[in-house]
């Protein structure tokens, strides 16, 4: 599920290394971002996660010099890609799977709103 991200300069210089990242994992929407992580499997959210956790901080850095309404292509892609890690997180660190146990997938629960403006 992990791919090489089709646009030129996906993301900001210096963080080309989550690059193979990008198409699968900076979904647009809190919903996106968590249908992702409940459909990968543990491999796929294992690499992401060893990829993102080192650069977070770094990239958090980054992305506070710029108002979030009014951030550039590759830093929305950014940030989008740094909302999936705590996806990741869950499953990695808390579940040990991708999706709680027991719980029914796929879900009928949709989030209609998340963090703005990256909902």
Do not use: C, K
């Not at 809190?30 to 543990?42: K, P, Y």
């Not at 958090?60 to 550039?72: G, K, S, V």
């Not at 660190?93 to 709103?113: L, V």
């Amino acid at each position: 599920m992990q791919m090489q991200s089709s646009l030129p300069n996906s993301l900001p210089a210096g963080f080309e290394a989550l690059e193979p990242f990008v198409d699968y994992w900076a979904g647009a929407t809190n919903d996106i971002r968590w249908d992702r992580r409940a459909r990968a499997s543990m491999a796929e959210i294992r690499s992401f996660y060893d990829a993102a956790v080192p650069r977070a901080d770094e990239g958090l850095r980054y992305l506070e010099q710029f108002p979030l309404d009014a951030m550039p292509d590759d830093a929305i892609r950014l940030l989008r890609l740094l909302l999936s890690l705590p996806h990741a997180a869950m499953a990695v660190e808390f579940h040990g799977q991708p999706r709680a146990a027991a719980s029914p997938f796929p879900h009928g629960m949709h989030i209609g709103r998340g963090p703005w403006p990256q909902g």
